[in-house]
Structure formats: C-alpha cells, structure tokens
C-alpha cells in the first residue's frame, strides 16, 4: 500500500513549541499533502508538496520531502492551542489513489 | 466552507438497511473521493471517481457502491449495514492543475452513520 504512515501517533507540546510530526510512504508518489482535522470535522488542506520539490513552507508550516527515503516531515513552529488537532498526511500516486495514515494527535498545551 | 457539500449531516439507521449518501463537490472539480472513517480503522480511502468514470477502489466493501453523475455529483450506497459500518463517511472533491497533477483535495463536514 502507497498510503503515509504518520508518527508519532500523539503528540503533547507546550504552546510556542514548534511540532515535528513526520509521514513515511511505500510506493512512489505524485505528490504529498497535509491535512488537519478538528474532532469530528472534515480534513483541512494545509500544504501539497510535489515529488520533485523538497521543502516548502506556508506561514508557520514547514514541509520536507525526502523520495529517497519516502519520507516527509511537518514542521509547525510557535505552536497555539489552536493548533490543537489531528494531522494527516496523505500520498497521491500515479494512479491518482488519495490514501491516509490514521493521523497524528497534537495537543498543544496553554 | 470548502465547498464541498454531504448531506445528510447524520443518519440513524437499523441494521439490514440501506442508506445513500450524497456529495455535491466544488464547482469545477472533476474527481470526487469517498473516505469511511472510524476510531480503529483511521481515514479508509473507499473510491473515486473522475468525471462519471470510477478511477480507483480502495477497502470498499461489495456491500458498498457509489456512483457519480453527469452533474458530477456522487451518491455511497450503502446497504445489508452492520453495526460496524458506524463511521464517519466524508467525500472530497479535486480538481488538476495546469500539468494536469491531482491538486489538494477539499473535505465536505461529513456524513456521521449509527447503525443500531
């Protein structure tokens, strides 16, 4: 299976903070996305990043990807309490599949 | 608003019936996505279609099936239900960018399914 896997599975921080929260995917991929999800929700785009891009950052996010090791990290720096959420990362492969991980946990603490 | 439209917005049900639920995507987006989503088993991909045609199968069950119409809208039947099938079902829409690569997908709020 293609889809990302993410870790940790949970993750407790201070506000101000930054979160690192990283994916590992099996297969090769058109690109890879993040997504956050407020309990009980719908999936919030966060950032794309495509397979022959390496990092890429969108106010506070940060997001690396390494195809040579199928990995990608998030990088949230000066963490809030509304930043309090689950992640997802989800892969894009050239069957056009959009698969996920079971998500990242992230409490950011006042 | 993501643009993405599900209704209805909850659902009870018994067990042996059959649902469908419903998925207005983003005007323009040509690819709709279905997800179940639960507890244990995290976001499952189900399917997706692409302009009327289905373009991938994912952990759906045959119990299952989906559709997508000319108007580009989708339907999840769902049917036979189970206890189990107590999810969260949200469906998403994406469209292609100018190289024709899958841009970021928009989430509709979600479709929460009780089979009691």
């Known amino acids: 299976s293609q889809q990302g896997e993410e870790d940790p599975q949970a993750l407790s921080i201070q506000e101000g903070e930054n979160a690192t929260m990283n994916c590992s995917y099996k297969?090769?991929?058109?690109?890879l996305q993040w997504y956050r999800q407020n309990s009980g929700r719908g999936l919030v785009h966060l950032i794309l990043?495509?397979?022959?891009?390496r990092e890429k950052h969108s106010g506070r996010l940060r997001v690396t990807l390494d195809t040579s090791k199928k990995s990608s990290s998030l990088l949230i720096t000066a963490s809030r309490a509304a930043d309090t959420a689950s992640y997802f990362c989800?892969?894009?492969?050239?069957?056009?599949?959009?698969?996920f991980g079971k998500g990242i946990t992230l409490s950011v603490r006042p | 608003d993501s643009g993405v439209t599900q209704t209805p917005k909850h659902l009870i049900t018994a067990t042996g019936q059959r649902v469908t639920l419903r998925c207005s995507p983003r005007?323009?987006?040509?690819?709709v996505y279905w997800y179940q989503q639960s507890l244990d088993q995290g976001l499952q991909f189900l399917i997706q279609y692409y302009n009327g045609e289905e373009r991938a199968k994912g952990n759906i069950l045959e119990r299952f099936s989906a559709q997508q119409f000319p108007d580009l809208h989708s339907e999840l039947n769902l049917s036979s239900l189970e206890l189990g099938d107590s999810a969260l079902y949200f469906c998403?829409?994406?469209?292609?960018?100018?190289?024709?690569?899958?841009?970021?997908?928009?989430f509709g709020q979600g479709t929460r399914l009780t089979v009691v």
């Open positions: 990043i495509r397979s022959n891009e």
């Open positions: 998403a829409s994406s469209g292609l960018d100018r190289v024709f690569l899958r841009t970021e997908a928009f």
């Open positions: 005007s323009g987006d040509l690819s």
């Open positions: 297969t090769s991929i058109n690109n």
């Open positions: 989800g892969v894009t492969g050239a069957n056009s599949k959009l698969t």
